[in-house]
């Protein structure tokens, strides 16, 4: 995994930490079927997530960002469109971040920002930069946008998860409702095994809280 960042070590992939700890992270919502059923599992087990949102999602479910908000969740930024973050040009590209930049901040400061089909340069580096964001990605990407079964997932998902993992699954149509189904099978399994499934922001003050430790007890 310490590899995947290659030339860009700022990215995040993974947060190390030494607590058996994974993040969870759900990209392209809010879908007003869809994305009520996720945080209805997400709040049955007691589990936090980071929500990437699409911003043009947000006109008429603010009710559901807010909720996700007063449920603990946290929520990232991920672009005004679900669409390949590079392909834009420089001035769309730039438009359309702070777009999304303005409209989220309204509601949460942002710490997290994910290009769209993972996929990221120079030009959306000195953007997050400029915003004060980080870029964070996934170390478990169990392709449920293609696979269509929840047990399928949830066993992959299973098999590629560690500590400091950061695992991203997608909303939105199909994809939200295998979500759904995915976490009511995977999150009890894995609080078996005895793993805190946390926000980002939480991962990352924990592994902060391990280098603090670090530091005072060497």
């Known amino acids: 995994m310490r590899a995947l960042p290659g030339d860009y070590p700022d990215v995040v992939y993974f947060v190390p930490t030494e607590e058996k700890a994974i993040a969870l992270t759900i990209d392209d919502g809010m879908d007003p079927e869809t994305t009520p059923a996720i945080l209805d599992v997400l709040k049955k087990h007691d589990v936090r997530a980071t929500f990437f949102i ?21 929520i990232g930024h991920h672009m005004t469109e679900d669409e390949v973050t590079v392909a834009l040009s420089d001035e769309a590209l730039s438009e359309k971040f702070h777009a999304a930049a303005d409209a989220l901040e309204t509601y949460s400061p942002i710490t997290w920002f994910r290009a769209g089909s993972g996929r990221y340069n120079d030009t ?45 699954l997608h909303d939105v149509n199909d994809s939200g409702s295998r979500t759904a189904a995915t976490l009511d099978r995977l999150l009890p399994l894995l609080h078996e095994r005895g793993y805190l499934l946390t926000t980002l922001g939480s991962l990352d003050d924990l592994a902060n809280a391990d280098e603090h430790d670090a530091l005072r007890n060497p």
Request: hydrophobic share 45%.
């Open 54 to 74: 699409v911003t043009n999602t947000l006109p008429g479910n603010e009710s559901l960002l807010l909720r996700m908000l007063a449920e603990g969740h946290e």
């Open 124 to 168: 959306v580096l000195a953007l997050t930069d400029e915003r004060g964001y980080r870029i964070a990605m996934a170390s478990v990407v169990p392709l449920d946008t293609l696979i269509s079964s929840p047990r399928s997932m949830s066993t992959y998902i299973k098999w590629m998860l560690e500590p400091v993992s950061i695992d991203v």
